[in-house]
């Protein structure tokens, strides 16, 4: 099991201006970035409990030195083929901004594949695709060289549908 | 000086609720010949107008001044302390409190209620309130306008126990005042508690002191004007005699020492009763010596090994005083000698000398709890500085406050210690199997003092979290004094055990299942005055609160000497409301059950206080959601005890491991019945599925996990259906669930899904289990909800 620490304590969660750094990794050859800030740690995949009754997407939790946090398969989130996970599969620890609190969750991803800069101007805004694909969580797009890469907001991905906070009962 | 006040207005609000607090529980003790106790809530009040005042809460300080006069005029006795005066006190508690919650952004206040009461207020005190805020005790001779050259002043200096947490030294006054003129200081040390119930910050010491100066009341009251609220201060004037030698008119001191021989307690005499008779003879300090003291190897039960110096003021004679040791004369060594008058004894043997009168009368001597013998009572009496390091001692801080947020990451912290142990052990386990060896043996030997080391660490800290139940019992004196009132009953409440320690968490929320237990015991287990003593029974009914340990669990007992549950008006009810069928039989016990049913009340009619039949539901869920259980005891005429049964703590909970499939789910032991491998006869099939047990002459349904929690297995279906069946409770309803195997029972620390996740239904949490893999907790209650709409469910499929 491999732990990659990015050093993030007391980085600010909200972006900056300018010049802001995105961790991309990869799914079935596409390849999105997040906001390198929100991402507190890199951890290869271990088996993890499942939950009764939830999506397929939701894969269980997992304790992580004592908290137990949700595990979101990213392929199955956006209805790509179900693969192996193999020795490249990573769970992509990031924090998540629900409302008033923060809450830690893991992805699943094929791969993580780089980290760069991109000034805000560059990105180009994300368009809209009919046929009821949801793009809310998209953020914009980036053009690297050949590659495309798909901006994506967390926040907005990861706080909804059974993962969205319940309102305090 | 400029200091911001806004930052010692929260200071103020947190004092004043204490004052507030100290001022009913006084209220509800009350007798009216407890002089301390009038002087106490008093002073309460007194402190809460002060600080109203100053911080310009005026409201609060003005009616906070009525409440205050009116207990003035109790205390001189200007008013009679009357069951109507002192609910009227408590109604005004209500009030400063509200305006007080309202000032910091609580409910606004109930503006008609607060002037009802302070019109109330008004009436009681007769005339528009004329008099103003009286600072301190006034003494009857209040010659404080008197500007004597060298007065003898005495100065009676009772601080409040806290004084020296709102950091006072009482040194320093003492400094102030040798240098108004000479100065004697004398310790008395009656009021010292139990030493059980001694606590290490606060004071217990209180003063006489005698000075001899030309200064005036104003002076002396000068010094102690920082404590003013925070003390009671009798200053008056002694008389100034020209005679100093043996007047027998006045008071004289004497002093005794009293050295006994060490068989006098052999020989059945008992010094305490002799320096009791002493204190009848004027006032006394009793000063043990302990220089006979031998090696603790030689201490003997039954010598006496100290010796007393005894100081008396008194008018009496030396033939008196001998008296009293008449019949210890042989076995003692005594020695009375008159002192010489009290100023030569002062740092100013120049000033006039006079004769100490007794300055004070003794009522303080009258408070020392009678069962303490005063032979034991370690009266000091010591002079100026010394006094003063003897007040210290108790300064030495033995709590800290510490933000409860720490207490639980420490907390979270040792779980996953105990985790990481269980990890280790494991390891340990295996690798014995495989190899043996010195080294292997030494490893099994550290992995077992690391077990031992954690669990007593985890036991530690979680002690940390643990209160006293004192805190929830607290609140019961007010309700039942209220609630009693409004019934017309007459009830005495007694509580014990309320040192029984408890997590905070669960305290926190057990104080509304308890408030309503015992409104259930005065409205329907209590029978009025006249129906008590038509049973035969004394008219005052009794309510008691019990708590206690018993086996890692904490019980509260709410007994009441009452009617008892009538069974047969609950059985009707509930055929009537058709929680039951008629036909249905059922034995007592399962009759008293049924008032925890949803929407069942007897109360013919709906009161403020119970009987609209959402009751015991709430409460048995409530406690339930706690992991706790309550059970119902019932005698006709002889009363009735609910008992509530709790878990220490809600961060352990004792788990019974079990697989459903390929899935580790622990299900809490508290829930769990039994288990049993049913036969296959046992278990009834309905439409081709396991629905149905007979177990014990019932039929309890079951519940499928890998069903109700949809688990879609990849696994062949060739899996036969197991028959081992964890019976499970939850609200008196009774499942059993289908599990595939039973592994091992273990404490484990629950983890909340909330978190980073979300609530699920049927599940309570997670934890994390010896290898560090995470395993959901069962909650029983939330299962049968998710079963019964699995049912519907299907039902509609079919349909």
Redesign the interface.
């Known amino acids: 099991m491999t732990t990659v620490n990015a050093q993030t304590q007391g980085g600010d969660l909200h972006s900056n201006a300018e010049g802001q750094q995105y961790l991309s990794f990869l799914l079935d050859d596409e390849e999105y970035g997040i906001d390198i800030l929100r991402v507190q740690e890199l951890r290869g995949w271990t ?8 999506p397929d997407y939701l894969k ?4 992580l ?6 595990v979101v398969d990213l392929r199955q989130r956006f209805g790509l083929p179900v693969i192996k996970y193999g020795p490249t599969t990573v769970v992509i620890v990031i924090r998540v901004l629900s409302g008033a609190v923060e ?3 893991g992805i699943i991803v094929d791969a993580v594949a780089e980290t760069y800069t991109f000034e805000i101007d560059q990105i180009q805004p994300a368009p809209q695709i009919g046929g009821g694909v949801k793009t809310d969580y998209i953020t914009g797009l980036m053009a690297h060289g050949e590659k495309m890469i798909i901006l994506m907001d967390i926040d907005e991905l990861m706080n909804s549908e ?5 309102e305090l009962a | 000086m400029s200091i911001e006040l806004s930052q010692f207005i929260s200071t103020f609000l947190e004092e004043s609720y204490e004052g507030l607090d100290i001022m009913e529980s006084g209220l509800l003790n009350f007798n009216s010949s407890d002089e301390e106790a009038i002087n106490t809530i008093f002073r309460a009040a007194h402190s809460i107008k002060g600080g109203a005042g100053t911080f310009g809460f005026n409201e609060v300080a003005d009616f906070t001044h009525d409440v205050e006069t009116l207990l003035d005029e109790m205390r001189s006795n200007k008013q009679e302390s009357t069951p109507a005066l002192v609910n009227l006190l408590l109604e005004s508690t209500d009030c400063i409190r509200a305006l007080l919650e309202a000032s910091q952004e609580g409910p606004e206040v109930d503006a008609l209620m607060i002037s009802q009461v302070q019109k109330r207020l008004k009436e009681v005190l007769g005339i528009e309130a004329e008099t103003t805020a009286v600072e301190t005790k006034d003494t009857s001779s209040q010659e404080s306008a008197t500007q004597h050259s060298d007065a003898v002043w005495s100065v009676h200096f009772i601080p409040n126990s806290n004084l020296l947490q709102s950091g006072h030294e009482p040194l320093f006054m003492f400094e102030a005042l040798s240098e108004l003129g000479g100065l004697q200081i004398e310790v008395t040390t009656n009021i010292f508690p139990a030493l059980s119930a001694f606590k290490p910050e606060e004071l217990y010491l209180s003063w006489e002191l005698l000075l001899v100066s030309e200064c005036s009341e104003e002076d002396i009251k000068e010094v102690f004007e920082w404590v003013e609220d925070e003390c009671e201060l009798n200053i008056s004037v002694s008389q100034v005699p020209s005679n100093p030698e043996g007047d027998i008119d006045s008071d004289s001191e004497w002093l005794i020492r009293f050295v006994p021989n060490a068989d006098i307690i052999q020989t059945g005499n008992d010094p305490s009763l002799m320096f009791e008779t002493l204190f009848e003879l004027g006032d006394a300090v009793v000063t043990p010596q302990f220089d006979k003291l031998p090696l603790i190897q030689n201490l003997s039960a039954d010598q006496l090994y100290l010796s007393w110096e005894i100081r008396l003021a008194s008018k009496c004679t030396k033939e008196e005083i001998q008296e009293i040791f008449e019949w210890v004369e042989g076995d003692c060594e005594l020695e009375i000698t008159k002192l010489p008058s009290v100023t030569q004894t002062t740092a100013n043997p120049s000033s006039t000398s006079s004769v100490v009168s007794p300055a004070t009368p003794s009522n303080t001597l009258s408070s020392v709890p009678e069962e303490q013998p005063k032979a034991v009572d370690t009266a000091v009496q010591s002079k100026g500085k010394s006094s003063a390091k003897n007040a210290k001692k108790p300064t030495e801080a033995s709590s800290i406050r510490v933000d409860t947020e720490k207490v639980d990451s420490l907390i ?1 912290r040792v ?2 210690l105990v ?1 990481t142990q269980a990890m280790l052990g494991q390891v340990g386990a295996d690798l014995t199997e495989i190899t043996t060896g010195p080294e292997v043996e030494r490893l099994q030997t550290g992995l077992e003092l690391l077990e031992r080391n954690t669990r007593d660490l985890q036991e530690d800290v979680m002690r940390v979290r643990m209160l006293p139940i004192s805190f929830v019992f607290n609140r019961f004196p007010r309700l039942v004094h209220d609630v009693s009132g409004k019934l017309g009953k007459k009830v005495e409440l007694v509580l014990s055990g309320e040192q029984t320690e408890i997590d905070k968490t669960v305290m926190e929320k057990i104080g509304d299942p308890m408030t309503h237990l015992i409104r259930n015991s005065l409205d329907h287990g209590l029978e009025t005055p006249e129906e008590r003593l038509a049973a035969g029974k004394s008219e005052t009914g009794k309510v008691e609160l019990r708590a206690y340990h018993q086996g890692g669990h904490i019980i509260i007992d709410i007994i009441d000497d009452g009617r008892g549950l009538n069974t047969k008006k609950i059985y009707e009810k509930a055929c009537e409301k058709g929680l039951i069928n008629k036909d249905q039989q059922l034995n007592d016990q399962e009759i008293n059950e049924l008032v925890f049913k949803a929407g069942f009340s007897t109360a013919d009619e709906v009161t403020d206080l119970s009987g609209r039949g959402v009751g015991m539901d709430v409460v048995r869920r409530n406690i339930e959601s706690l992991g706790g259980q309550v059970s119902i005891k019932s005698e006709p005429n002889k009363g009735s005890t609910f008992s509530v049964k709790l878990p220490l703590t809600l961060a352990i909970l004792e788990g019974q491991l079990v697989r459903v499939h390929e ?2 789910y622990v299900i809490p032991l508290v829930s769990i019945v039994e288990t049993i491998l049913a036969t296959n006869s046992a278990i009834n099939s309905i439409a081709g599925e396991s629905k149905l047990l007979h177990f014990r002459e019932d039929y309890i349904s079951l519940l499928n ?1 890998k069903n ?4 879609n297995t990849d696994a062949p279906v060739d899996e036969k259906e197991s028959n081992l069946i964890a019976i499970v409770e939850s609200g008196g309803k009774k499942v059993g669930l289908i599990v595939d195997e039973l592994y091992g029972q273990q404490q484990v620390v629950i ?3 909330e ?6 239904e ?2 309570s949490g ?1 934890t ?1 289990l010896g290898d ?5 907790i069962l909650d029983v209650a939330g299962l049968m909800q998710r079963g019964q709409a699995f049912e519907m469910e299907a039902a509609v499929k079919e349909a």
Request: no cysteine.
């Open positions: 088996s993890v409990t499942r939950v009764p009754d939830m269980g939790v997992l304790n030195r004592g908290a137990i946090i949700p809450r830690v969750m059974e993962l969205a906070v319940e | 979270n779980g996953e985790i899935d580790t996990l109700i929690f949809k688990l983890k909340s899904l978190v980073n996740f979300k609530r699920v049927g599940l997670a994390i560090g893999s995470v395993a959901l």
